[in-house]
């Protein structure tokens, strides 16, 4: 079974950059065809795709924010990370990291919830 | 980007009612659609993938139909735990979400 944990600053400056891991459990991030994944929830609002990382390196990010979200691996701790540049009161949100597999996130993190405030 | 409009918004239902949710794909995005379940506080659960298969150990009140831009879930006769916020997502065209439908008690 997959597991999946964000952790990460919950609090962060506007201006400043939002860095979030997600440590994976139960499998290789870096075998198989996944898309590791970072989903984001505004509160009381719906999800929001921010990008996904595949094991062969490459990284697909939603083209709104694709300026400044920056996702990268680190296959020896078996960890993925998000970076997101200049943050704002609109990137308050819960952060997931998933599993994409196939064309749908078969396994989530909890979620980790980072308020962007002075 | 392909945009997912869900309906209703709000659906009330009682126990035991059978629960019909709609996800229309402003292009046809063939069989790739998948629905989520979330409750508050969690993260969302995968129901259903490429439309119509249920992910493991989903009970089989759940299904899933439709394929282009129409589709459906279906929740045959609902149970306590069912009520719950609902989201279809895309792969198709980039990645995208409904809006979601909120499944409440009446």
């Known amino acids: 079974q997959v597991q999946l944990q964000e952790s990460g600053p919950g609090l962060v400056k506007p201006s400043q950059t939002l860095s979030l891991t997600c440590t994976v459990s139960?499998?290789?991030?870096?075998?198989?065809?996944?898309?590791w994944s970072w989903i984001r929830q505004q509160p009381g609002k719906g999800l929001e795709w921010i990008g996904y990382?595949?094991?062969?390196?490459?990284?697909y990010y939603n083209t709104s924010l694709k300026s400044l979200v920056t996702i990268s691996m680190d296959t020896s701790k078996n960890q993925y990370s998000l970076r997101l540049r200049s943050v704002t009161a609109a990137d308050t949100a819960v952060y997931f990291c998933?599993?994409?597999?196939?064309?749908?996130?078969?396994?989530w993190g909890q979620g980790t919830l980072v308020t962007v405030s002075s | 980007e392909i945009v997912l409009t869900q309906s209703p918004a709000t659906l009330s239902l009682s126990p035991g009612e059978r629960a019909t949710l709609s996800c229309r794909a402003s292009?046809?995005?063939?069989?790739?659609l998948a629905w989520y379940q979330q409750k508050p506080g969690q993260a969302p659960r995968l129901l259903i993938y490429?439309?119509?298969n249920r992910a493991t150990g989903i009970p089989a009140r759940f299904s899933g139909s439709g394929s282009g831009t129409d589709f459906t879930l279906t929740i045959s006769s609902l149970e306590p735990e069912d009520f719950a916020v609902y989201y279809c997502?895309?792969?198709?065209?980039?990645?995208?979400f409904g809006g979601g439908t909120k499944v409440e008690i009446k």
């Open positions: 998933a599993r994409l597999s196939g064309d749908s996130f078969d396994f």
């Open positions: 139960g499998g290789s991030i870096s075998s198989g065809g996944s898309y």
């Open positions: 990382i595949h094991h062969s390196g490459n990284t």
């Open positions: 292009q046809s995005v063939s069989i790739s």
């Open positions: 490429d439309a119509s």
């Open positions: 997502q895309q792969r198709t065209n980039w990645l995208t």
